[in-house]
């Protein structure tokens, strides 16, 4: 990993650059705020340790610009400093400090909070993986989905169509036989219930085509369990 390494003090970013290249790592080298701040954005480097205290820029408003701009990806600050007192360390988080070290530092300190440091980039790198991999998965069980409910819509349009034709047909004919004379009683109440049956299928029919035709959320349930338009 390339750390960026921001320190006004020589002897310091000597030290800090040492030890880290020791562990593996290249190093970053930035003599001031201003320096780090072009540097980082130039390559957005994922781990930054800087002074607190440096002239023009310091520790903390480079931290707020990195925090400013760092989206998509994740830095993580380790602000190195002399200064003491809760008040301090409160401001620092605030900015956006994940570590801090004490000035002078200690080398076994340093590794520490330079391992923990990988660790949480770690897990945030497989964090934003799983998410985007999520993200995809959902994408395409939406655009399943949306296929499925064309082919629904579809098939429910034409099969209704293709029950109207016939259906009016018997409707027809039935009207037809309702104006015969010399039907018997029996004959009369089959005709009656022809057409009271085709009349409710044809009800059934339109409300077919109205939920092809519809939004899925715009369709509710009732008691009866049959499906409704919302507005209806």
């Known amino acids: 990993m390339d750390i960026l390494v921001a320190d006004d003090d020589r002897t310091a970013r000597f030290l800090l650059r040492s030890t880290l290249i020791e562990l593996g790592h290249s190093v970053t080298e930035a003599t001031n705020g201003c320096e780090a701040w072009e540097a980082w954005k130039r390559e957005h480097h994922q781990l930054v340790i800087s002074d607190w205290m440096m002239p023009g820029v310091d520790g903390l408003e480079l931290c707020r610009r990195i925090r400013a701009e760092e989206e998509p990806g994740f830095a993580y600050i380790i602000l190195i400093t002399a ?50 991999d999520l993200e995809r998965r959902v994408e395409e069980r939406t655009a399943e989905l949306e296929k ?85």
């Open 83 to 132: 200064r003491a007192g809760k008040a301090n360390y409160l401001d620092a988080m605030d900015s956006g400090v994940d570590d801090f070290l004490g000035k002078p530092f200690e080398r076994d300190r340093l590794l520490a909070r330079v391992r923990v440091a990988m660790r949480i980039l770690d897990l945030h790198q497989r964090l934003r993986l799983a998410n985007t």
């Open 148 to 232: 499925a409910l064309q082919v629904k819509r579809e098939f429910l349009s034409r099969a209704s169509h293709e029950l109207l034709t016939p259906m009016n047909h018997i409707l027809g004919f039935a009207q037809l036989l309702s104006l015969k004379k010399g039907l018997t009683e029996k004959q009369e109440a089959s005709v009656r219930q022809i057409l009271e049956s085709g009349r409710r299928l044809l009800t059934l029919i339109d409300h077919i085509l109205g939920i092809s035709k519809a939004d899925p959320n715009e369709l509710t349930f009732e008691g009866s369990g049959a499906p409704r338009l919302g507005n209806s």
